[in-house]
């Protein structure tokens, strides 16, 4: 009764350090890198580094020490350069929901395994092979439920398990350096004539071999998710709620247009057509031959979405448990957490100098969060460092070049940037925040980006 | 589109398979692909995209697997074509017309011309082959080693939105020089070339532009090749049938128009003529010009009306201008670029130049004895814009400073006009002048030249920048003394220079557009 007691007062307690206040955006506890923190990972990543070079044996040992070394700097640059989150109070949080998925699953290697967020707004997760698995905040801010996060976790936490990423580093390597291989590519490096096209039909080949495997072992870290989640008590559903939300990931979370023409007009500064005309040279698609649709399909890395869930279905729907919940830890944290990611995921990208991509997502945000200060102070920033950038002639190293391939809402954003005079910028900055200023006054941030814009539209 | 994923895709995969220890193959080590050249694609005076002619395989003995890869004026790759051809074609040139793409190649061993034209696709549409005998392929060769152009402008082949291309190819004939132009249309498989009527003169042709039925071409012709007097011709053809539809010297009353370029703004049966003039018998090559003439011509070749601009009663309202011609501190003005903006104002772009005596020259001269070393020296000054007002009025003359450059010749060209010397110089690209980039729809331009500078502040070179929009002058500079080892610039798409840094430790190549303030 007395162990109860306490458990239920650790519980309350965890809860409580958990919840966290609920603020207005522009006041968000921001993320405190903790260099403890960050000390421990990189021992931690490189002690595992050393124990997987000195247990290497065999005819290959040298090129797979090399792709070991490449993964280890890979993790370790992610971690020094403060992609990986290190604040206690998220990882706090985070390691709750790993620590479902351990109870659950007792007999798994728990010390072996790191899951960090990293702050990257691409929506995605991944297994680095060694242990380290990486959680973009760019997929956890799309999330509606702990359930799908447990799925995410349990699939890449599936491809550690299953060995996936040192099976296909060692599939590569005792292909392409075994002796037939190495036979092949020397002969063909003899042959007089059509070196190439002998050399892209043996890369295809290996690509076709090599991509089939990783299809494989998508499906097969699918299944075993399932597997590792069934006991937790989460919502298996979450697993397919999730591959839904990867199956939308090329629509953007706040997708809306960006209505520049109303945004950015004013009785000063009035919006100019050519602004945002695009006369650039475009090539029309070709129609795509059977061919092509093979070729394209067979170098596919991951099978669809769609196919993933049909596959799934009567998997999980075997293994459905009563009472089942899609969250278990706290609702409001998660909710916390997805809210404030999409603000960290703008400070990540200003600070990244990736600007352009920075504007587009706090233009979009604008739209669902018309009077947020923080994200008009953001545009304004934003506009200020395009300003400074294009002074000093190095803007292209902080925005995007317009290209077809692009989201066509972020293409029109790129043209007017690259469209707008110098002048033009500062006006664009001083009229917008104007017109912000009586809603933003009591931000404090917003003052010092307002006087700054003002600067550059007196100079 | 997922055709072109795919083929980034293997690219891709190629650079996945370059981890490799020493001692063993990779499949990079292997491949190889070789850069033949690269270029820009030219619409309207407008760069809109760029060319890499890659050789990528080797076929058999006499054939060449190559890779044409296009990327458009903000360097995002659009197509890459493939083809097979013979080992022996250079890729000239390359323009866009707005739905059609045409590369002009030279194949060195049949000694001929291919213009190769391509729809938005990226499939072949028309193929025009032109066969040069010896004597015009090695007049030919060296015309394009002269390769005065700049780098925005094209020199061989120019556009005719939606319609063809037209082109202009330097021909020698027995002992005469000559030339022929040629149509190549987009939509339907035809051609016309216009031959000139041989009267016995060497002439050298220039293309200035076309309307919306008629191309113009500036002849410039002499008796002889040493001949110090030289005429020029307008000469308008037909865009449909390749008819001569006038030819005229470029005579009005005592004045010789010299024109530098066609503007075709307005009203589409006329078109205005602008370029330096010359009072009498004067020669462009050797003499100093009067000032600038304008005449506004309609489709039959008529002067409609006609405007002079000169250097001693104009210029000098705003200028202190000797009998000469020659302006205070810049000496004789060589125009590099004239243009007409959308609305309307005409701008002339120039350098200063006039011809000293070289201390150098004369002391070593004296003391070797052996005067086998130039006296004089050209000496290039400061650059000078004048604007005209619709109405073809003198409004402004803006002189902007830079370092003079001095140029040296050999002893001969002490005995040559300094307007000779800057012919020479233009040629060999010693003026400091480096482009004129005009924006879209003409409503914008950035004229660029480089300077020296040596302050306190900074020491090396230095782009700067003259732009017009919205009715103002600015300037802008961009310091090309950079942290990386080696900075090039290039003109990019209008507004826009494309910036090359090396960067030797690293071995890396940053190549980035940047915007123009």
Redo the contacts between chains.
Sequence with gaps: MTNCKSLLLFLSLFCLLLRLPAQQPGELPWLKPEPAKKQALLAAIESRYKKDVEELSGKHK??LA??FK?RYEIVKTAIEGEETITDSRINAYLSSLVAEIFKANPSLPASEIRVLFSNDVVVNACSMGEGTILFNTGLFHRLKSESQAVFTICHELAHYLLDHGNNSIRSYVNT??SDSF?KE??S??QS??????Q??S???NF?FRNRRHSRQHEAAADSMAVELMKNTGYNLQGALECLAILDSSAKMKYDSPLRLQERFNFSGQPFRK?WI?S????????D??AA??I??DS?KTHPDCSTRIERLKPFIKARQQPGARDFKVSEATFKQLVQQFDYELLEHLFKKKEVSKCLFLTLQMLNTHPSDPYLHTMTGRCLNEIYRR??A?????FVD?????YNAEYNQLLHLI?NL??TEIAALSFYYLQQQEAGCAAYKPFGSVFEEAKKHFTN | MRKLKGIFLSFFLLGMLQLGAQGKLTIDQVYSVKLRNSGTIIEDEQIKGYFFFYQSDKIDKKTNEYTLRIVDENLAALKDIKFTDSKDIVLIEASYNGSSIVFLFYNDKENSLEYRLYGMNGKQLYSYTKILDKKSESYFKMIMSQNSSEESENQNIFDIPGKGFVSVTPLRESKKYTYDVNFYSSDKKKTWTYNPVEDGKLASAQYLGANDSIAVIEVVSKDKLMSKHSESTLLGINLENGRKVFEIRTQDGKNQLYPMNISTLGNSGEFLVIGPYYQGDESVTRDNSDGLGIWLMNNKGKIVRSKYVSWEKDLSKYLKVDQKGRVEDLGYIYFHKLMQTEDGRIFAIGEGYRRVADASGIALNVLTGSYSTGMTKLKITDMLMLELSPNFELNNARIFEKNANNFRFSTATDMGTPHALATVAKTYGYFDYSYTQMGKGKATFTSGYTDYEKSKEYKGMVFNAISYGDGKITTDRINLKSSASSTKLLPGKPGSVLLLEYFKKDKRLEVRMEKIN
Excluded at chain 1, 192 to 197: A, G, R, T, V
Excluded at chain 1, 279 to 286: I, Q, Y
Excluded at chain 1, 393 to 397: G, T
Excluded at chain 1, 401 to 405: Q, V
């Design positions: 040298k090129q090399e792709i490449e392409v350096y190495q590519l020397k063909i490096q007089e004539f059509k070196q190439n096209q050399l892209i043996l890369a295809v690509t050519r005309d006369d650039v040279m475009r090539f029309t698609s070709e795509e031959t092509d649709s070729l394209a170098l294009q002074k002639h190095e803007l292209n190293r070049l317009p290209a077809d391939t690259q005079r110098l």
